[in-house]
């Protein structure tokens, strides 16, 4: 047993063993194979329909909420969007504790119960007749609170697949996941065909219009979910080598099971891994909130046109996403799991580096809504609600470009476009990289023993960084401006750069050619014949 975890201490993480090597003697059969990997793509589907959830409701809510309670404001949109987000950062080591010591099955499925009930309180919030966004705010966290069952499902896949399978396996998992963020907006656009008015149904005082039919779907496909995990879902445990093992999960044992040494779990790696994950969702909730009023203030974009182009640059970071996940499922035989984590770190500096404001073209100033000369106290929501603005029935799209009453505009350089995009395609290469590498080595670090409240611990971490980031990033940039977003951005990712990159990022950057002069001179002669400030500000 002791050789059996040095051996496995001592492996690289990708694992070099292959079928038919001593490893390989002990085998499953092709009916518990077949068993196992119907499990695993049942919560393939469990977290493609969690991600849904979230995001077939997330450009009509503001709208709705307006609709349903004339009191609720901008700030408090923002808990209603952070409520998802906490309910899940709470339920996840609830969950994954429950899943330690009880079959998955039962998490599982009052987890999806929630979020079953949660939607149908969506439906019903405009019924009550006061207090309407409250309603509102417990059924998105509510809904959230039902999602933390991520955790369950990740620390399954983490159990029930060997250590040459993990990596694939995560990526497919985090591949759906990027899927339902992708096909949720989608499926909410298809649904506002029905338009607001809709039809009620005067039996149950259900009202099913562009609003309600979303979540009504989700509740449907939430108690599809349900009879698929009580009827196919098995527990399944398997060592690093595919060895079928004991589990306190398993209510019957086999007599062809081994048991796994449990062994001690590195503190410190765990510790890290956390931090290291918080960051990296921090860092791309800070650019997840940012596009939208960044594409308005520096292109002057009206409220349609940044609804459009923001949601099909943010569509096709998406389809980038998915297309990386399955690419690291190859690319990670060949040079493993912490390079790939360490280039997706790198790759994501150099987006936020490349989005830092340099030259001497300035964004168009707007003037037309000043009326004194204070600075708004600009919350999470207010920045969040341009996305759900509706057009005036005028078709009066309002004054563009960047407000004044952002001082920031009258001297901070504009971010060309092509340099929006080029960051934007980088960071879209970045994050999904650090996502899955995250996962697949927090799983490794593990080992062996049930994972379930440790998954939930890393997924709170990623659910506080959601909630935490935008807020943080929302007052930066409306008090300083992108230079000073962008600026923070990077510099934390410089922190939890290992010494070795950082030092050698650091010696092309002082070079005498390095990547600043070099990036200056681009900039200055793109900007070679562009106006100056006052004709900026004058158009």
């Given at each position: 047993?002791?050789?059996?975890?040095?051996?496995?201490?001592?492996?690289?993480?990708?694992?070099?063993?292959?079928?038919?090597?001593?490893?390989?003697?002990?085998?499953?059969t092709?009916?518990?194979?077949?068993?196992r990997?119907?499990?695993?793509?049942?919560?393939?589907?469990?977290?493609?329909?969690?991600?849904?959830?979230?995001?077939?409701?997330?450009?009509?809510?503001?709208?709705?909420?307006?609709?349903?309670?004339?009191?609720?404001?901008?700030?408090?949109?923002?808990?209603?969007i952070?409520?998802?987000?906490?309910?899940?950062?709470?339920?996840?080591?609830?969950?994954?504790?429950?899943?330690?010591?009880?079959?998955?099955?039962?998490?599982?499925?009052?987890?999806?119960?929630?979020?079953?009930?949660a939607?149908?309180?969506?439906?019903?919030?405009?019924?009550?007749?006061?207090?309407?966004?409250?309603?509102?705010?417990?059924?998105?966290?509510?809904v959230?609170?039902?999602?933390?069952?991520?955790?369950?499902i990740?620390?399954?896949?983490?159990?029930?697949?060997?250590?040459?399978?993990?990596?694939?396996s995560?990526a497919?998992?985090?591949a759906?996941?990027?899927?339902?963020?992708?096909?949720?907006?989608?499926?909410?656009?298809?649904f506002?065909?029905?338009?607001?008015?809709?039809?009620?149904?005067?039996?149950?005082?259900?009202?099913?219009?562009?609003y309600t039919?979303?979540?009504?779907?989700?509740?449907?496909?939430?108690?599809?979910?349900?009879?698929?995990?009580?009827?196919?879902?098995?527990?399944?445990?398997?060592?690093?080598?595919?060895?079928?093992?004991?589990?306190i999960?398993?209510?019957?044992?086999?007599?062809?099971?081994?048991?796994?040494?449990?062994g001690?779990i590195?503190?410190?790696?765990?510790?890290?891994?956390?931090?290291?994950?918080?960051?990296?969702?921090?860092?791309?909730?800070?650019?997840?909130?940012?596009?939208?009023?960044?594409t308005?203030?520096m292109?002057?974009?009206?409220r349609?046109q940044?609804?459009?182009y923001d949601?099909?640059?943010?569509?096709?970071?998406?389809?980038?996403?998915?297309?990386?996940?399955?690419?690291?499922?190859?690319?990670?035989?060949?040079?493993?799991?912490?390079?790939?984590?360490?280039?997706?770190?790198?790759?994501?500096?150099?987006?936020?580096?490349?989005?830092?404001?340099?030259?001497?073209?300035?964004?168009?100033?707007?003037?037309?809504?000043?009326?004194?000369?204070?600075?708004p106290?600009?919350?999470?929501?207010?920045?969040?609600?341009?996305?759900?603005?509706?057009?005036?029935?005028?078709?009066?799209?309002?004054?563009t470009?960047?407000?004044?009453?952002?001082?920031?505009?009258?001297?901070?350089?504009?971010?060309?476009?092509?340099?929006?995009?080029t960051?934007?395609?980088?960071?879209?290469?970045?994050?999904?990289?650090?996502n899955?590498?995250?996962?697949?080595?927090y799983?490794?670090?593990?080992?062996?023993?049930?994972?379930?409240?440790?998954?939930?611990?890393?997924t709170?971490?990623?659910?506080?960084?959601?909630?935490?980031?935008?807020?943080?990033?929302?007052?930066?940039?409306?008090a300083?401006?992108?230079?000073?977003?962008?600026?923070?951005?990077?510099?934390?990712?410089?922190?939890?750069?290992?010494?070795?990159?950082?030092?050698?990022?650091?010696?092309?950057?002082?070079?005498?050619?390095?990547?600043?002069?070099?990036?200056?001179?681009?900039?200055?002669?793109?900007?070679?014949?562009?106006?100056?400030?006052?004709?900026?500000?004058?158009?």
């Amino acid at each position: 047993m002791a050789s059996l975890g040095v051996e496995a201490e001592q492996e690289p993480l990708l694992g070099h063993s292959i079928p038919g090597s001593r490893e390989w003697d002990i085998i499953e059969t092709e009916e518990h194979y077949k068993s196992r990997w119907r499990s695993i793509r049942i919560l393939y589907l469990t977290m493609f329909l969690s991600s849904v959830g979230f995001s077939i409701v997330i450009m009509s809510i503001w709208p709705y909420l307006q609709k349903i309670d004339h009191t609720a404001d901008a700030s408090f949109l923002g808990w209603v969007i952070a409520s998802f987000s906490l309910g899940q950062m709470v339920a996840s080591p609830i969950f994954g504790l429950w899943s330690n010591y009880r079959p998955r099955k039962e998490p599982l499925t009052v987890s999806i119960f929630i979020s079953v009930a949660a939607n149908c309180l969506y439906a019903y919030v405009q019924v009550p007749a006061s207090h309407n966004k409250y309603y509102m705010l417990v059924a998105r966290g509510l809904v959230g609170f039902g999602a933390g069952n991520v955790a369950v499902i990740r620390s399954y896949i983490a159990g029930a697949t060997s250590l040459q399978e993990r990596t694939s396996s995560m990526a497919n998992t985090s591949a759906c996941q990027a899927l339902g963020f992708i096909l949720g907006p989608v499926f909410q656009t298809c649904f506002a065909l029905i338009g607001e008015k809709g039809v009620t149904w005067d039996t149950i005082k259900l009202q099913i219009n562009m609003y309600t039919a979303p979540v009504l779907l989700g509740a449907f496909l939430g108690i599809l979910n349900i009879i698929l995990i009580l009827t196919i879902l098995r527990e399944h445990r398997v060592d690093d080598s595919g060895r079928q093992c004991k589990n306190i999960n398993f209510e019957e044992a086999s007599t062809d099971e081994v048991q796994v040494p449990q062994g001690n779990i590195d503190q410190v790696a765990v510790v890290a891994t956390n931090v290291l994950f918080f960051v990296i969702l921090f860092i791309f909730a800070l650019f997840e909130t940012i596009v939208t009023p960044l594409t308005m203030d520096m292109y002057a974009w009206t409220r349609e046109q940044a609804v459009l182009y923001d949601g099909i640059i943010l569509a096709a970071l998406g389809v980038e996403a998915v297309i990386i996940f399955m690419g690291i499922k190859l690319l990670s035989k060949k040079v493993g799991e912490r390079a790939i984590l360490l280039g997706g770190l790198i790759v994501v500096w150099v987006g936020f580096f490349i989005l830092l404001p340099w030259g001497h073209q300035f964004p168009k100033i707007q003037w037309e809504d000043l009326h004194n000369n204070s600075i708004p106290n600009t919350t999470f929501g207010e920045i969040i609600i341009t996305l759900w603005k509706i057009p005036r029935e005028d078709h009066n799209e309002g004054p563009t470009g960047c407000p004044v009453e952002q001082a920031w505009c009258l001297y901070t350089p504009m971010i060309h476009l092509a340099q929006f995009l080029t960051s934007a395609v980088l960071i879209g290469v970045g994050y999904p990289s650090c996502n899955v590498m995250s996962y697949t080595l927090y799983s490794k670090i593990l080992g062996p023993k049930p994972q379930g409240m440790y998954m939930g611990w890393l997924t709170a971490s990623g659910s506080a960084a959601r909630i935490l980031g935008p807020v943080f990033i929302s007052q930066v940039y409306a008090a300083w401006g992108p230079r000073w977003a962008f600026s923070l951005a990077f510099s934390i990712l410089w922190l939890v750069l290992p010494k070795g990159p950082r030092n050698q990022i650091k010696g092309l950057i002082l070079a005498k050619n390095g990547t600043i002069k070099a990036l200056r001179r681009i900039i200055s002669a793109a900007n070679l014949n562009t106006s100056n400030v006052s004709k900026s500000v004058s158009s």
